[in-house]
Nanobody, 120 residues
Framework: QVQLVESGGGLVQPGGSLRLFCAAS????????MGWFRQAPGKQRELVAR???????NYVDSVKDRFTISRDNAKNTVYLQMTSLKPDDTAVYYC??????????????WGQGTQVTVSS
């Protein structure tokens, strides 16, 4: 009932920037936390950033001060602005959203993933 569609990934040189988009659609009462995980080959999946419905944010230390997560509740969209990109940022980025379906029921929706490659 809840679908997320991602876009914005691509190939960028070190020091460059990318902006990721993730839009939610479907049937739900509200969207709570939203955020981004990333998965690189040979590395553990990690939570990159998250943002609450009230726009409180958290970042993994390795991207702090370089990435900015934001959301537009009216558009049901979460963004990840990535600057000063490093080769270690190369990964598939997956957005997620906690959908509130009912008073006592929630559902975690996942995007399809978008590839971010940082290379010279």
């Amino acid at each position: 009932q809840v679908q997320l569609v991602e876009s914005g990934g691509g190939l960028v040189q070190p020091g460059g920037s990318l902006r990721l988009f993730c839009a939610a659609s479907g049937s739900y009462f509200s969207i709570g936390d939203m955020g981004w995980f990333r998965q690189a080959p040979g590395k553990q999946r990690e939570l990159v950033a998250r943002i609450s419905s009230g726009s409180s944010t958290n970042y993994v230390d390795s991207v702090k001060d370089r990435f900015t997560i934001s959301r537009d509740n009216a558009k049901n969209t979460v963004y990840l602005q990535m600057t000063s990109l490093k080769p270690d940022d190369t990964a598939v980025y997956y957005c997620y959203a906690e959908a509130v379906l009912a008073t006592t029921r929630t559902y975690t929706a996942w995007g399809q993933g978008t590839q971010v490659t940082v290379s010279s």
